[in-house]
């Protein structure tokens, strides 16, 4: 199994900075793919971010240029650099992973959430 946890959660005021991590372990052989999604009360999930092992990037178009995704590969970790934040990214952030674990079989994980707040 795989397992993911985040952290960097928190608490800021509009145009602040936060940066979450998310640290993967477990019987990884190796990880394709990396990302991000959010929550917000009421609302579905959606995708944020994701990295590629490549280092390929993209972002929903409301985050670009204020968000950057990047990975350490050798660490199996993937950060979210998040700046000039606005209370509409207020959510429970999601990291997710997807790979293939060393029985041969594929896996796709996710974190348990870690909170960001914007607040004015």
């Known amino acids: 199994q795989v397992q993911l946890v985040e952290s960097g959660g928190g608490l800021v005021q509009p145009g602040g900075s936060l940066r979450l991590s998310c640290a993967a372990s477990?019987?990884?052989?190796?990880?394709?793919?990396m990302g991000w999604y959010r929550q917000a009360p009421g609302k579905q999930r959606e995708w944020v971010a994701y990295?590629?092992?490549?280092?390929?990037?993209d972002y929903v178009d409301s985050v670009k240029g204020r968000f950057t995704i990047s990975r350490d590969n050798a660490k199996n970790t993937v950060y979210l650099q998040m700046n000039k934040l606005k209370p509409e990214d207020s959510a429970v952030y999601y990291c997710?992973?997807?790979?293939?674990?060393?029985?041969?079989?594929?896996?796709?994980?996710w974190g348990q959430g870690t909170q960001v707040t914007v607040y004015s």
């Open positions: 990295i590629t092992n490549g280092g390929s990037t």
């Open positions: 997710n992973a997807k790979g293939l674990e060393y029985s041969g079989g594929d896996f796709g994980s």
């Open positions: 477990g019987s990884i052989f190796s990880i394709s793919a």
